[in-house]
């Protein structure tokens, strides 16, 4: 027997030159917690992008990629360093798809990531203040920061004509950070703001925060929030007690639940998500279709190009070593070189190969800044009709 | 009109949402208070019993819509409800017989039955998430509304509206009727005066004669009534999430406590006295005031509704401090 496993080694090692590796890449996302609905739709579109590149066979010499799915609940950050960990630790992932949400994948990215050399690079964790955290060059974000969402769902608001508006955000990182860029940005266009109050989820009752937004008053309200959480509860309340008919929705708003939710109670509504137009957008669309699952689900597109970013920048490194790689995050997803779509990753893993430059555009217009995140492009979405439009890219 | 349009608002943000919220709350802590007078613990598998008891009234609403069965104008759950409290109570039953007697036998300290019943709560609670799981249901059908908002203004001609869910109106109604008939049971049935009897000195209620596994069991089937009825409400009103039903038990517990633990009247007062703290003390008052013709500079809002779940822990400190027994006299075991 052990005669028999010493050839088997002697015969692996002999027979690949540059060695194949199964690379394994973690997906961190809270598949249970406020944006349970959420999640699946992202961890499909990250594992596309992994077999298309596993199919290819082109990735450092025929390597496969596989992923690993965790639960790091969005909520709770604990629980998120806890599933980061074991990701790091025991699956030995190459990197990370993921955090989520931003309050979670700080904790994780500071107390897991940063000290183990891991890259993560997350699709949907929105909040300011991961735009000047201490990342030593291993985060990224597919998605803008929201000091840019705030400044265009001001952009929205103000060319709708609305004057006044109240504003109601859920009680963490990402809904306060939200809340304060969008009420600076608004009074800057000259808007006011009746009140600006957040809201906590999961709680029994929101008669008291919907009758405080009523008294306050204001043209439309602002919900901050998640769409399986306090957010959806603020808007039934304020919808049946007549406080409000017109809500401006923010990205953890805007999907199809709160449609399946409200249906034609949101005539008037409108929102926005960071999401692109283009080529790229509905060659995915398509890809997803395919495979099984809505592609225009809100950060699906995102998550496929965190991923497809990791393993561009492993074939232009030449290595899966997260602390190797790292570097090359930045040159694969910006110009120069030719660009490259949802369903081209064969073709830029080729060219990377050969030594050239990519520009990889994917399925959300990816072009990063500042420190590794996206440029933001946002849609504007509303209501009319009883289902989900898109009006405008800003 | 305008004292009128001030009324209107007063009702239709702060004393309506306030009652429906505070009746539920009430259901809840009759539920408590009676465990507690009579079975001596606190049950802290109250919040997920209620759960658990929705989850069957769901099942069953889902069984009688499939075979075309409604209330018309009415939710269909009303329906389930009766057979969905003999589930449950059948459960509850189980329970007692499996945990439960065996400290009653061994006549364990009240804490010990306390930390037994945490232990149930968590079965409960991954029960009814087997049974239904985690996601958000919403099983109100029948008419949304007595009155919209809208239609209120197009009625009246006033500028403010007021509107009235079916759900808000039925949680009122069958609150008060459950109230009612718990109180003519306890005070005027055979089986009633035994269980208080029960209640306020075992050894005497045993000396004469009662038999104290019925006095049990009537008071699990009594209370198991109570907390689906409360859970059904509430899930009627907003909706279903299994992670609510714990959520609310805070604020059950600190009616019961308010009200005087094992005194049914103070559970209902701490369900509204809780309820009513909660919505009028984080309201902003400025509208109610500017038709009342003051003309305030600010809201006029006494604490930010971040404060909210506050109110009821400074509300339960002030009544243990100032009366430790509650506003109706409870008992403390």
């Given amino acids: ?394 | 009109m305008d004292l009128l349009n001030a009324l209107v608002t007063f009702l239709n943000f702060v004393f309506i949402p306030a009652s429906a919220y505070g009746a539920q709350l009430a259901l809840g802590a009759l539920g408590v208070t009676l465990i507690y007078g009579i079975l001596r613990f606190s049950n802290f598998a109250h919040g997920d019993t209620m759960a658990f008891g929705t989850a069957m009234v769901i099942l069953l609403t889902w069984g009688l819509q499939a075979l075309g069965i409604t209330l018309g104008p009415l939710p269909t759950a009303l329906l389930a409800l009766p057979p969905a409290i003999a589930l449950t109570a059948a459960l509850a039953l189980l329970t007692d017989r499996w945990v439960y007697r065996h400290y009653r036998r061994i006549k364990a300290a009240p804490i010990v039955v306390v930390m037994a019943s945490v232990g149930v709560m968590f079965v409960m609670n991954g029960l009814t998430r087997i049974v239904i799981g985690v996601g958000e249901i919403n099983f109100a059908d029948g008419a949304r509304f007595v009155v919209t908002v809208p239609q209120f203004r197009e009625m009246t001609g006033l500028t403010e509206g007021l509107s009235l869910r079916t759900t808000q109106a039925i949680t009122l109604v069958i609150a008060a009727l459950s109230v009612w008939a718990l109180f003519v049971f306890l005070n005027r049935t055979r089986a009633g005066k035994a269980m208080r009897a029960y209640a306020d000195n075992e050894d005497l209620a045993l000396l004469s004669g009662i038999d104290p596994d019925r006095v049990v069991r009537l008071t699990w089937i009594i209370a198991i009534a109570l907390a689906v009825m409360a859970g059904t409400l509430y899930g009627l009103d907003k909706t279903f999430k299994a992670f609510n039903y714990f959520q609310i038990l805070l604020p059950i517990f600190a009616a019961a406590i308010v009200g005087g633990l094992g005194n049914p009247v103070g559970a209902i007062a701490g369900g509204f006295l809780i309820a009513f703290s909660e919505v009028a003390l984080t309201y902003p008052w400025k509208k109610v005031a500017e038709y009342l013709g003051f003309e305030p500079s600010g809201l006029l809002q006494m604490l930010g509704t971040e404060y909210k779940l506050a109110i009821s822990f400074v509300i339960l400190i002030v009544v243990l401090l100032v009366r430790p027994t509650g506003l109706f006299r409870g008992k403390a075991y």
């Fill in chain 1, 1 to 394: 027997m052990n005669r028999f496993l010493i050839a088997t080694a002697v015969l692996a090692l002999t027979a690949g030159g540059a060695l194949a590796e199964e690379i394994k890449l973690g997906i961190s996302l809270g598949f249970t917690g406020p944006l349970e609905s959420m999640a699946p739709p992202m961890a499909n579109a990250a594992e596309l992008a992994m077999k298309e590149v596993t199919d290819s066979g082109k990735l450092l010499d025929g390597s496969t990629v596989t992923a690993v799915r965790a639960d790091n609940t969005c909520a709770d950050a604990a629980a998120s360093v806890a599933a980061v960990e074991r990701l790091v630790t025991s699956e030995r992932v190459n990197g990370i798809v993921g955090g989520m949400c931003s309050g979670e994948t700080i904790a994780s990215l500071e107390r897991v990531g940063v000290p183990n050399g891991m890259v993560m690079i997350a699709p949907s964790a929105t909040s300011p203040a991961l735009s000047t955290i201490e990342d030593k060059g291993f985060f990224f974000r597919t998605s803008p920061s929201d000091a840019r969402q705030g400044e265009v769902m001001a952009d929205i608001i103000t060319d709708r004509g609305l004057k006044s508006v109240a504003v109601s955000y859920t009680n963490n990182d990402y809904g306060k950070g939200l809340a304060d860029s969008f009420v600076s940005a608004f009074e800057a266009k000259g808007g006011s703001i009746t009140m600006n109050a957040a809201h906590d989820d999961g709680k029994a009752d929101y008669s008291a925060e919907v009758a405080a937004l009523a008294a306050a008053g204001g043209e439309a309200l602002v919900v901050a929030g998640y769409v399986d959480q306090g957010g959806s509860g603020i808007v039934r309340g304020a919808l049946d007690s007549g406080a409000f008919d017109t809500f401006v929705f923010t990205d953890g708003m805007v999907t199809q639940a709160l449609v399946d939710k409200f249906g034609t109670e949101l005539e008037h509504s409108f929102g926005q998500n960071p999401s692109a137009e283009g080529e790229g957008r509905d060659a995915f669309i398509a890809l997803a279709r395919e495979a099984g699952f809505e592609g225009s689900d809100a950060f699906a597109a995102e998550s496929y190009d965190a991923a497809a970013l990791i393993m561009l920048a492993m074939q232009a490194a030449g290595s899966s070593d997260p602390r190797v790689y790292k570097d090359k995050v930045m040159d694969v997803a910006n110009a120069p070189g030719e660009m490259i779509n949802p369903g081209e990753l064969a073709r830029g893993l080729e060219l990377l190969a050969a030594g050239q430059d990519i520009d990889y555009v994917g399925a959300s217009a990816v072009e990063l800044v500042g420190g590794g995140e996206s440029a933001g492009t946002y849609r504007e979405v509303d209501y009319k009709g009883g289902v989900l439009n898109v009006v405008a890219t800003r």
